[in-house]
């Protein structure tokens, strides 16, 4: 493997190849044919990768550093890049290791939770800049690198602004419909990707705004992953999200300790009280004993939907 990498890259992609095959050995896939070694595929977990090794390579520190700047990444969330894709005979050229690729990331894509970035390296890769970007893979502006002399370029894909089920059906789609001129993504939602904090204080506004359907089309949850999943479209729909808060509180009840917590809740965002205070005394509680439970219930609240975010609405 390493003596393909070399005789196709150079000597210095070849030790970036070998110190990646120390570190994630399981991330190399072979290709054979009766000739022996036909190509290899390189994929890493860039995620997994300690700093100095993700530093030690210009091409992975590239993808790291794209994903930092673009969307950054929440916790939990995972970034991979298909570092090396070479062919014996062809080399990146049209090829069965070229035809394998597809192939072995998307079984990766399916397995791989909370995948957020996935990058896709190429040399000199203009002439392929329109081909990915009508598989929703566009290039990663401002990512392109040098290693040995060769300069290689990204392609890159944000999963939470595009699921890979929402992917699979836009790649099947064209497949189909044989359209090799429709501009990439054109229906596929605009999905905002919030960070924890940005999303506690979009939750937090939707619990005091539920009754209120016109502040909570405004909502940054409308495009937020969660919501999305729930629409069709891409118009903002406060009755989703309304349900969907609905939903989340009453999380509440499968908890018996949750009980003062969903109490609290309710009297202030289903059925609110014209105060806090009067809140407080129609639990009767002392408004700082109200407060902790209030703040505890909206804590339960976040974290419910958070998850969804974050995993799916297969979350229990």
């Known amino acids: 493997v390493l003596e393909l990498v070399k005789r196709t890259e ?37 995620t997994a990768a300690l700093e100095e090794d993700r530093a030690a390579d210009p091409g992975a520190l590239a993808a790291w550093d794209h994903a930092r700047r673009h969307a950054p990444l929440r916790s939990g969330e995972r970034v991979t890049q298909t570092r090396f894709v070479i062919d014996r005979d062809r080399y990146q050229a049209p090829s069965p290791t070229v035809n394998a690729t597809p192939i072995v990331t998307l079984q990766r894509y399916l397995a791989m939770p909370n995948l957020a970035w ?10 392929l800049n329109d081909y990915f970007a009508l598989a929703d893979l566009p290039r990663a502006a401002g990512a392109d690198f040098v290693v ?13 602004q595009v699921p890979v089920d929402a992917l699979v059906e836009l790649w099947t789609e064209r497949a189909l419909a044989h359209d090799f001129v429709q501009p990439a993504s054109t229906h596929a939602p605009q999905m905002l990707v919030l960070s924890q904090y940005d999303f506690t204080a979009a939750v937090r506004q939707a619990l005091r705004d539920l009754h209120e359907p016109v502040l909570l089309a405004k909502n940054p949850l409308q495009r937020a992953r969660l919501v999305r999943d729930r629409i069709d479209g891409d ?17 509440l ?28 005394d129609l639990l009767g509680l002392p408004f700082s004993t109200y407060r902790r439970h209030l703040t505890q219930g909206v804590e339960r609240i976040v974290g419910w939907l958070w998850d969804r975010e974050i995993h799916g609405s297969e979350q229990g």
């Open 118 to 127: 996935d990058y896709l390296t190429l040399f000199e890769p203009e002439p």
């Open 148 to 160: 040995g002399g060769r300069r290689y370029g990204l392609f890159a894909h944000d999963f939470r």
């Open 253 to 280: 009840r499968r908890h018996p300790r949750d009980d003062k917590r969903l109490s609290a809740v309710e009297r202030t965002y289903l059925n609110p009280a014209p105060s806090q205070e009067l809140a407080a």
């Open 235 to 251: 118009a903002a729909d406060p009755a989703a999200l309304a349900a969907l808060l609905r939903e989340a509180i009453d999380s």
């Open 10 to 46: 150079g000597e210095a992609s070849a030790a970036i190849a070998a110190r990646w095959w120390e570190r994630q050995k399981d991330g190399f896939f072979v290709l054979r044919d009766s000739s022996g070694l036909r190509g290899v595929l390189g994929l890493l977990d860039l």
